[in-house]
């Protein structure tokens, strides 16, 4: 069994992420951060697995590029979708901004892996965004982005027991 996954990452959480799904598959696992790396051929691989960072309630844009330049290729493989953002309350709607109806409804699974504020590499704007965020998180009672370990490890399993 082979399998890529394909991300975006701008501070690191989404590559953790991808890093860790990626130990955990059963087969060749390989990773490429579409943002800042040439798009692979996928045509050897079963299974590949899509996914980003929401900023402001959106995915990154290459992300949603590839979904659609790539579509029909996309719906011929076993495909899984994730998302990494720090109110995972709002996966839902993420979601479906994020990627196109046809994959949502074609993909074997569609996990919300959490987030993480990683305030010590971001840019200035950033950082005043995350301060500004923070502090309406503090009022309506809030805790701040957490990892969700489990859905990592949830996705990893359906991809293995799907195994040809
Ligand atoms: C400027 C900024 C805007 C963000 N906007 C959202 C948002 O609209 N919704 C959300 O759920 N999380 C938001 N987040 C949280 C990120 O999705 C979260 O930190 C994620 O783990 C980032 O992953 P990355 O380090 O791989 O880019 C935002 C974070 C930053 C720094």
């Known amino acids: 069994m082979k399998t890529i996954i394909i991300y ?12 860790s799904i990626a130990d955990k598959l059963d087969g060749d696992a390989s990773f490429v951060n579409i943002c ?8 050897e691989f079963d299974n590949i697995i ?11 844009k290459k992300i949603k590029l590839y979904c659609s330049e790539n579509m029909e290729m996309l719906l011929t493989k076993r495909l899984a979708l994730f998302l990494c953002c720090g109110l ?3 996966f839902m709607k993420y979601v479906k901004t994020a990627f196109p109806e046809e994959l949502l409804t074609k ?8 987030g993480e504020l990683r305030t010590g590499k971001m840019n200035l704007t950033d950082k005043m ?9 503090d009022k309506e009672g809030k805790s701040e982005p957490m990892p969700i370990p489990g859905n ?6 359906i991809i293995n027991s799907q195994r040809k």
């Open 50 to 60: 899509i996914g980003g960072s929401i900023y402001m309630g959106q995915i990154q």
């Open 152 to 157: 990592i490890k949830k996705l990893a399993e």
């Open 8 to 19: 975006c990452s701008k501070y690191g959480y989404t590559e953790a992420c991808v890093k």
């Open 129 to 137: 965004i995350t301060g500004l965020m923070k502090k309406a998180a």
């Open 88 to 90: 995972p309350e709002n």
């Open 36 to 43: 800042n790396e040439k798009i692979p051929h996928i045509d």
């Open 107 to 114: 993909a074997v699974a569609k996990e919300c892996f959490g």
